[in-house]
Structures are given as C-alpha cells and as structure tokens.
T-cell receptor
C-alpha cells in the first residue's frame, strides 16, 4: 500500500516554463514533507520542505504547496532550466525519527 | 551544512561473499541513521533504522541476518550484506538524522552493489 504517490512517472517541460510536480499521500499522521532531486547513481539531494502547519514554502525558483485537506502537495519550479532535468522524489515524515516514506519519483525532462 | 559520507560508491563482489558499506556523518552527530535500497525504476525503500548503541529496527520483509547493521558511534553506521547473491545487487543509500532543528535528513551518495 503506497502511502506517498507520484502518479506521473515522467514530465516534459520547455525551458523557461513552469514545472509542476505533484504528490499525494494517504497517511494523515505525516507532518513534514520534503522534495529531493536525484541523478542516476547518486544519493538524493534535498530541495525544499514544508511543515504541515504551513501551506506554502518558497526558496528561490522552488515553491512547495501543501493542501492538507486534499492530502496533496506540489513542487513548482519556475523558470525551468536544463539543469533541473532529474528525478524528483516526494517524501513524507511522521512524528519522530522514523525514516522517510518516498514516492516513486517523477522524471522531469527540460527541453530546450 | 550537514554532510554524510558513504563508501564505497560502487563494489563488485562474488556470490557468497560479504560486503560492508560505511556511512559517516562528517560534521554532526547522527542519533539515528537509515538505510534505503533502490530497485531499478522504483522508489527508495527503507530497509532499517539504526540508533546509536542499540539494535537496528528492520522493516517488514528485510532479512536481518542478511543485512547486518551496526551503529557503534554517533558518526558511523555500517551495513554488511552477508553471503551476497545476485538478487542483492542494488543501489544502497544511507541517511543520517541529527535529531535537532529542522527535519535534518541528509543522504549519502549511495553505493552500487553488483554481485556476480
């Protein structure tokens, strides 16, 4: 049973446009959400996070939106750049140090 | 920022041998470390959680006798794949949790294990 779902395995966006990556979760005990970027054969790199008490967090070109009632979050990247091409993982954490639950990832491809 | 060093980055071993993967937190003390495994085209799956000085907690379906985890200090956790088989070939990633401030999950760079 997948508790964190990323329903789009891949997404293609033109350079300069906005990339929107979506993530849904089922466990209402999750209270913290993170987005990671991952290149092949490398560990994930932290991008941005959001606490469940907020509905938006912004860091440069990256913005994460959280809709708790819908159990949905999204990562917006604007403007998209070629270096943004990678796999993006959505992850969720419950209370305490109990590891992260990851979605399956979305492969973002930025086209010139 | 927090740095986690993981090595080796890639290792090839023969079936039946054991392989040890190290995960070190370089500039902070990690009260808890996590070991993940990534199968091709699949998500990162949590294998086990290790707390310094105590036994690791394994996720359902993970063989604790095959994947030995030791967290002997606040800066070092090791994963030993014992009696490796080709099906153990995978990408293993560690993560350290500092337990302070923000959700301080920092990942190592991963280890590509190939069992031949």
């Amino acid at each position: 049973d997948q508790q964190v779902k990323q329903n789009s395995p891949s997404l293609s966006v033109q350079e300069g446009r906005i990339s929107i990556l979506n993530c849904d979760y089922t466990n209402s005990m999750f209270d913290y959400f993170l987005w990671y970027k991952k290149y092949p054969a490398e560990g994930p790199t932290f991008l941005i996070s959001i606490s469940s008490i907020k509905d938006k967090n912004e860091d440069g070109r990256f913005t994460v939106f959280l809709n708790k009632s819908a159990k949905h979050l999204s990562l917006h990247i604007v403007p998209s750049q070629p270096g943004d091409s990678a796999v993006y993982f959505c992850a969720a954490a419950g209370g305490g140090a109990d590891g992260l639950t990851f979605g399956k990832g979305t492969h973002l491809i930025i086209q010139p | 920022g927090a740095v986690v060093s993981q090595h080796p980055s890639r290792v090839i071993c023969k079936s039946g041998t054991s392989v040890k993967i190290e995960c070190r937190s370089l500039d902070f003390q990690a009260t808890t470390m996590f070991w993940y495994r990534q199968f091709p085209k699949k998500s990162l799956m949590l294998m086990a959680t290790s707390n310094e000085g105590s036994k690791a907690t394994y996720e359902q379906g993970v063989e604790k006798d095959k994947f030995l985890i030791n967290h002997a200090s606040l800066t070092l956790s090791t994963l030993t794949v014992t009696s490796a088989h080709p099906e153990d070939s995978s990408f293993y990633i560690c993560s350290a949790f500092s337990g302070t401030g923000n959700y301080g999950y920092t990942f190592g760079s991963g280890t590509r294990l190939t069992v031949v």
